[in-house]
């Protein structure tokens, strides 16, 4: 009797356990999710400014054709990506063709004194910041998800319950950098 009461308080023990670590993990994914949401979010922010910047600047750069189509099929792209890896491809295209613009916009002091233009570039560079931020939040997040499902014991958990990693949103090095906005 003795016995099946310690089997059964070892039992129970082991259950509470594995609850315990199941709910952390489903914690730790719906964190991860919510980060990659909140870069989303910054994202469709950039895309948004692109039309506008595009269109208050086309007038004035009617021989600058190509660096807007650039920009315009960058976009295309980045909202068309699926995952996470294609979407950090396509958002760091993005970003090439938008320091691109920048540099162009540099180079006509008319264009820099116009005031919607600047509070253009203001807004993309504001958002290229929250979009850097996201990105940190993300890749902590799934820094921190992926370590745990990988250790012992959450591994046990984790691999009987079907976690799996996820990717981190890597920017390549060269491309890692915000497109430069003067204002």
Request: charged share 20%; aromatic share 8%; proline share 3%.
């Amino acid at each position: 009797m003795v016995y099946f009461v310690i089997l059964a308080c070892l039992v129970a023990a082991i259950l509470v356990w594995v609850v315990f670590i199941h709910n952390r993990l489903v914690a730790m994914r719906q964190q991860v999710k919510n980060a990659w949401h909140q870069i989303d979010v910054q994202l469709k922010r950039r895309h948004d400014l692109i039309p506008n910047m595009v269109s208050t600047v086309k007038a004035y750069l009617q021989h600058e054709q190509t660096t807007l189509e650039l920009v315009t099929a960058a976009r295309g792209k980045a909202m068309a990506a699926k995952g996470v890896q294609d979407s950090a491809t396509a958002e760091a295209g993005l970003t090439d063709a938008l320091g691109k613009l920048m540099a162009v916009l540099e180079s006509y002091p008319d264009l820099k004194g116009n005031q919607p233009i600047r509070d253009l570039m203001e807004e993309l560079r504001s958002t290229e910041n929250r979009i850097g931020f996201a990105r940190q939040q993300y890749n902590d997040s799934v820094m921190q998800y992926n370590t745990a499902i990988q250790v012992f014991p959450d591994k046990l958990v984790a691999s009987k319950f079907g976690f799996e990693g996820f990717d981190f949103f890597q920017v390549d090095a060269g491309d890692a950098s915000v497109p430069e906005v003067k204002a």
